[in-house]
């Protein structure tokens, strides 16, 4: 079983729609969360952390960790075609300093 | 600027050889990693150190070694041992606090081809 895993995508949403991006972790002792996004080609940019269980509102980003679920998301409002990427979802688990990465989920928006 | 700096952007290595990534970090962060990317594929961790002069192997250690002499460096040697290590290679950095891990940010990679 894979530690963390997203939505195997590749999703498609129109310009201006909500984009939601879904994530589980199997570890439970997991405390803090991370979205990244990828451009093809580019390194990983960190957009989004959460620590705390509810919502996390960033502009057009928000995250939402629900630790009973083990599930973490990151919903794109007002989505644009510069937001086409891949999202890596991350853990950091009891391994002090360890991140575990989903496989990433390949958004694009489309005009 | 603060940043993660790596280098070789692209490196080629021929087979047999070992070679060498370069990772500095000038934001007074703690701790660094080494990831490798393959096509389509998440990230999967390779080494990692809290302080200088200790790391930890991550998932996928062999056929890899890494030194932290210094705080601001980390590199990785990609050794004979490493049977496919044509990769898209991450060095990551973040502070230390407690035991929950912290925002890590990414220096811009170096693509590693075995020709």
């Known amino acids: 079983q894979k530690e963390v895993e997203q939505n195997s995508g590749p999703l498609s949403v129109p310009e201006g729609a909500i984009a939601s991006l879904n994530c589980t972790y199997s570890d439970r002792v997991s405390q803090s969360f991370f979205w990244y996004r990828q451009y093809s080609g580019k390194s990983p940019e960190l957009i989004m952390s959460i620590y705390s269980n509810g919502d996390k509102e960033d502009g057009r980003f928000t995250a939402q960790l629900n630790k009973a679920s083990q599930y973490v998301s990151l919903l794109i409002r007002d989505s644009q075609p510069s937001d086409s990427a891949t999202y890596l979802c991350?853990?950091?688990?009891?391994?002090?300093?360890?991140?575990?990465f989903g496989q990433g989920t390949i958004l694009t928006v489309h005009p | 600027d603060g940043g993660i700096t790596q280098s070789p952007k692209y490196l080629f290595r021929k087979e047999g050889q070992n070679v060498t990534l370069s990772c500095e970090q000038n934001?007074?962060?703690?701790?660094m990693y080494w990831y490798r990317q393959d096509p389509g594929q998440g990230l999967r961790l390779i080494y990692y150190?809290?302080?200088?002069?200790?790391?930890q192997k991550g998932d996928i250690a062999e056929g890899y070694s890494v030194s932290r002499e210094k705080k601001e460096s980390f590199p990785l040697t990609v050794t004979s041992a490493q049977k496919n290590p044509t990769a898209f290679y991450l060095c990551?950095?973040?502070?230390?606090?407690?035991?929950?891990?912290?925002?890590?940010?990414f220096g811009q990679g170096t693509r590693l081809t075995v020709v």
């Open positions: 990551a950095s973040s502070f230390r606090t407690g035991q929950a891990s912290t925002e890590a940010f």
């Open positions: 991350a853990a950091g688990g009891t391994s002090y300093g360890k991140l575990t």
């Open positions: 150190s809290q302080i200088v002069n200790d790391f």
């Open positions: 934001l007074n962060h703690d701790a």
